[in-house]
């Protein structure tokens, strides 16, 4: 017998989920629904949209309205859900691949529209599903199977890459600190626009082993050691952020709201009749 | 929901998948790992604080109940 949690907004009949023993995606998943929880949304006013890959198997598992759509485009299918029907609270859960690579034209344009979706992107640096390609956020230098002498490109700050192209919400947690992430998720529910929270989560069996950094349990203290709160952030001299990456709500404005804007030029016609 | 002194700790072994996660964040050490799952070593210590249940990624361990 599951939690009252888990037994409320998953489809328990499909669990254990199929996520490798110490694979963050879990802990994620489980901190959206505690968001929605926590906000009391009901459960047929939201839509759970995904794309490919590890991350977007999480839709299958949950008991809403859910939609497991095509590599990348969990956006573009998303941008359709909330046109429809503007009263869902709709939320796109994707990876890192998915979001920024397959998706990366997606991301962007629905950042700079500002639609009402709330974007949780699991970064786990990888490829997990397909056997551990290096994606657009695998450090530099950092190895994949594609990679096998050290990635070369340069890795998406997926933060910055949202908030410059429009989002109105922008945040990042990690999965060490799964009250922080859950907060996170309902401030973006909550932000009518576009918002962005990166998930930063942990892949043990392909980066991990890849890249040596052994077990979940010792990926998760690297996380622990090397987030560091926004206010804290600020104060750190280059010297001292070398290594450290920046956690925290990052950005928080505001801009006209795509499907309102959408709404009004229908409302201008039907007016005219 | 049940108050914090109703509550106890539940694991359920079939979805644990012993990656180790809540053994390693339990501030009592209330927990370790046996034949590969999750085991309640020490329930008397445990402080109710919810680190195990938030942290794992298979939702085998859990704060509930009476």
Known sequence: MPSQLVNEYFRTENLPHIWCPGCGNGIVTRAIIKAIDNLNLNKDDVCIVSGIGCSSRASGYLDFNTLHTTHGRALAFATGVKLANPKLNVIVITGDGDCSAIGGNHLIHAARRNIDITTVVFNNNIYGMTGGQYSPTTPTGDKGTTAPYGNIDMNFDLCNLAKAAGSTYVSRGTIFNPNMLIKQVEEGIKNKGFSFIEAITTCPTYYGRKNKKGEAVDMMIYLKENAVNVAAYDKLTDEQKEGKFVIGELYKGSKPEYTEEYNKIIESFSKER | ?66
């Open chain 2, 1 to 66: 929901m049940s108050t914090k002194t109703e509550q106890t700790l539940n694991v359920d072994k079939k979805w644990c998948k012993g990656c180790g996660i809540c053994v390693a964040f339990c501030p009592k050490d209330v927990l370790e790992i046996k034949d590969g799952k999750v085991n309640i070593k020490d329930l008397e210590a445990c402080i109710k604080c919810g680190q195990c249940e938030l942290r794992c990624p298979d939702y085998a361990i859990y704060l509930g109940g009476k």
